[in-house]
């Protein structure tokens, strides 16, 4: 069955086709600097065997496992202790989201991010709620990756441009719409006449009704229509 090829994966297999050895430590500028421990989630085996090596050939970071299965990676995964786990969703049949959740409790401290092509928000917010601390795309580039990975250990949330975009978009959903068949009749009516510029009291004459009730009526408006002054009540109505 052919698969589409990632820009991660074009990337990474001619430039890590050997590995070169694990680095312990990295020298800059006469101090250490910590390397960050990574363990991989991939069901392709060829994808997964060049991250690997990607990592190890990388300053700054360590591979300390590759597992092609839900399976091992939850019998294996707790004795690695990785700081960073890079989590594919399509798992050789089983969801990769399901093994976020069943890992998160007995790795509180482990930082999992999803690295798939896939990108509907479904599956999106399925992985974060499972515990996912980032989600990102196979097509960002082998540099923009371990850009990701010293963000998380940094207490940051990567994710790819366009997925951060979808949820953006979730948190800005328009005010509630209310027309004016939302309205009770009398509140109809109060509007109407509120429309043909009728103050309160010649309102709670021609309804019958008192001052304080035709208040009442018109707070009761604002409140639906979600406005604050009369002209946009009548404005709201005359749209609508």
Known sequence: MSRTITF?????????????????????????????????????????????????????????SAYGTMETALRLLPADKPQVILMDINLAGKSGIECVSRLKPVMPDTQIVMLTVFEDSESIFQALSAGATGYLLKRLSPEKLLEAIRDVMAGGSPMSASIARKIVRSFQKPAPQVSKHDLSPREKQVLELLARGEGYKQIAGELGISIDTVRTYIRRIYEKLFVHTRTQAVAKYLAQ
């Open 8 to 64: 991660l994966e074009a990337s990474l297999s001619p430039l890590y086709a050997t590995g070169r050895g694990v680095l312990e430590e990295v020298i800059v500028a006469d101090r250490i600097t910590e390397v960050i421990s990574v363990s991989i989630v991939e069901d392709v085996s060829e994808l997964r065997e060049s991250m690997a090596k990607f990592f190890r050939c990388s300053p700054g970071f360590r591979c300390v």
